[in-house]
């Protein structure tokens, strides 16, 4: 469990993801030990997804073995699932978000999950099957940062079982999720295939070592399209990637494939890397000097101009507006400064309607293209400000979000 924890910030409460089964049961119990040991507050908080029968009452017994042992414990319901779209991705988003909610209200900088090594390995199959390639093949890691929080993995090396008849051993007993044996599940069918290949010498611990060795083959190849990027990127204070072809070309397929897909989520706001099947083609044009009058993927325009390739935001496919307190649009602006009086304001892409607006647009030397898509602060149908297309009005919006492999690409100024 070092690993995870030797990355605590100082000081503050470290929390604990507990659902009331084996795997978060015994977390929780760990590191009361460690805790009392290293003198670290535990923030417990549990998330009842209130899916089936008795999932209240399971967040009740955690709420209840807290309160025994004195440790501070929130119990949140997920109510907002539309019944749409795959159920335990949407189960396990929510509860990230739920959690790192809480997270902020508590003073809680990290929080601990109880994944084991099972999971590492049954993660492993699932991808594999989806014929990922090293970067879904990589192994989880014990510490990961997302939305400001930290959030750590402790017993990546330990096999549940083992865990499980450590519990018995402490007396404890355990909620088991009647979904964790129902086969319409994909976990629930690798979990079952595991337990096959074991007798084959595929076992759980072979399949994390080769997750291991893909996540290190990943920090290898995250390293060279960083180097990439340096080489050949650079970014308006508008948010338009510039990309050049020559160097671009030269690089491994590989290389190229990872950097343009980098660069088209962070223009097009998204979480998730576009289908090789519509990538590579889009970075063989790129790299062949094949864009014609311009390509569209992943909400962003690709665009030939003066020898080189310019990345912008799809104008149709910007996000909606949010209020001036979010701070962030589109996971890539960020206001600098909030205003005294910010009630009533919002943030929106400046569009058609707001440029005409905006007379001076052209001194930006900005595309018409481009500020289209930039941030705009609004009060219902009036423009207050619109920063990058030279209407400040004492507001200003700075790039963020770029991934951490992209730390190399040059900001014109």
């Given at each position: ?5 030797a ?7 470290l ?25 670290r ?17 399971e967040?009740e ?9 004195g440790?501070?414990?929130a ?5 907002d ?11 396990r ?14 003073g809680?900088?990290a ?7 099972d999971?590492q390995?049954?993660?492993f ?16 890691a ?8 930290l ?13 499980r ?5 402490l007396?404890m007993?355990?909620a ?13 069918r ?8 074991e ?5 759980a611990e ?8 893909m ?10 399209t960083?180097?990439?990027a ?6 308006s ?19 190229r ?11 097009g ?7 090789l099947t519509?990538l ?23 665009r ?10 799809e104008?149709?496919?910007?996000a ?23 009630e ?5 892409a400046?569009?058609?309607?707001g440029?005409?607006r ?9 595309a018409?293209?481009t500020l289209?898509t ?7 149908d009036d ?11 004492g ?7 770029m ?5 190399a ?5």
């Open positions: 469990m070092a690993p995870a924890l990355a605590l910030p100082p000081g503050g409460p929390g604990v993801a507990v659902s009331g089964g084996s795997d978060s049961l015994a977390l929780l119990l760990l590191l009361e030990r460690w805790a009392a040991a290293a003198g507050p535990l923030r417990v908080v549990t998330i009842d997804h209130g899916l089936r029968h008795g999932s209240a009452a967040a017994t955690v709420a209840g073995l807290c309160a025994l042992r440790l501070p414990h119990t949140l319901r997920w109510q699932w539309d019944g749409r779209g795959n159920l335990q991705a949407n189960a988003s929510a509860r990230r978000r739920l959690i790192a909610r809480w997270a902020a209200g508590e809680v900088e929080v601990a999950l109880g994944h084991t090594l999971d390995a049954e993660t199959l699932l991808r594999l099957a989806r014929g990922s390639g090293v970067d879904g093949l990589s192994a989880m014990p510490v990961s940062r997302l939305g400001g929080l959030w750590l993995r402790p017993m990546l090396g330990l096999r549940r079982d083992a865990l008849l450590w519990l018995s051993g007396g007993c355990w088991e999720d009647p979904s964790n044996a129902d086969l319409r599940f994909d976990r629930v690798t979990r079952a295939a595991l337990a096959t290949l007798g084959l010498g595929i076992g072979n399949l994390a070592a080769t997750a291991a060795r996540a290190r083959a990943r920090l290898a190849l995250e390293s060279a960083g180097s990439l340096g080489a050949c990127v650079s970014v204070p508008g948010g338009e990637v510039s990309l050049a072809p020559a160097a671009f070309a030269a690089a491994p397929e590989e290389i494939l990872r950097l343009l897909a980098d660069l088209l989520c962070w223009v706001a998204e979480s998730y890397r576009p289908r519509q590579a083609p889009v970075a063989a044009a790129v790299a062949g000097g094949h864009i014609g009058a311009g390509l569209t993927l992943h909400g962003c325009i690709l030939a101009r003066r020898g080189q390739v310019v990345i912008r935001r104008p149709g496919r910007v909606a507006p949010v209020s001036v307190e979010n701070g962030v649009w589109e996971k890539r602006w960020k206001l600098d400064i909030l205003p005294p009086r910010a009533g304001l919002k943030i929106a400046l569009g058609r309607e440029l005409s905006v007379p001076d647009w052209r001194q930006t030397g900005a018409r293209e289209l930039t941030p705009a602060i609004w009060r219902e423009l207050v400000a619109a920063p990058l297309a030279g209407l400040g009005n507001f200003s919006f700075r790039l963020c979000g991934p951490a492999g992209l730390a690409v040059s900001l014109l100024h």
